[in-house]
């Protein structure tokens, strides 16, 4: 399945980037228990996990903060984000499949969901072809 990059309009043109941003963000919807939400996510290969709004588990009917708590950084110095795990089915490209996520309250409320190393890269094998914008996705056998 291929994908196209996300263009972001930038609020103030910037001598780097232009006017834009070209992110690889692709649309997935998360169910548990017959309820399901859409929602945009980026591929993220510096990512252990994948992470989601905790909020957007609310949603789904997950008792979010029941989950193994997960204790988690990235490249803010801070660190000590906290994620709980629990198993959802994910649909991308027309592939679902059942894995575990982790839900945070410590993300930024209006951004991307995250698909990260463990639950995404361990079941597809993902192709970025930045000068074409393109990502292929494709189902590991």
């Known amino acids: 399945m291929k994908f196209r990059y996300a263009k972001l309009l930038l609020p103030k043109k910037s001598e780097f980037f232009g006017s834009s941003i070209s ?34 588990g ?26 709980f795990l629990h198993e959802v089915t994910l649909t991308i490209g027309g592939w679902d499949y ?17 698909l990260g190393q463990k639950g995404f890269f361990d079941m597809f094998s993902i192709k970025f072809d930045l000068p074409k914008e393109d990502i292929e996705i494709k189902e590991k056998k």
Do not use: M
């Not at 992110?23 to 510096?46: C, E, F, M, N, T």
């Open 98 to 114: 059942k894995t575990t996520v982790g839900f945070s309250y410590d993300i930024a409320k209006h951004g991307s969901g995250i």
């Open 23 to 56: 992110r690889h963000i692709v649309p997935i919807r998360i169910s548990w228990k017959g309820k399901s939400v859409q929602y945009s996510a980026l591929i993220d290969s510096g990512a252990d996990f994948c992470i989601f709004d905790g909020e957007v």
């Open 58 to 83: 609310e949603y789904l009917g997950i008792d979010v903060r029941s989950g193994t708590k997960e204790v988690f950084g990235g490249v803010q110095e801070r660190g000590g984000a906290e994620a």
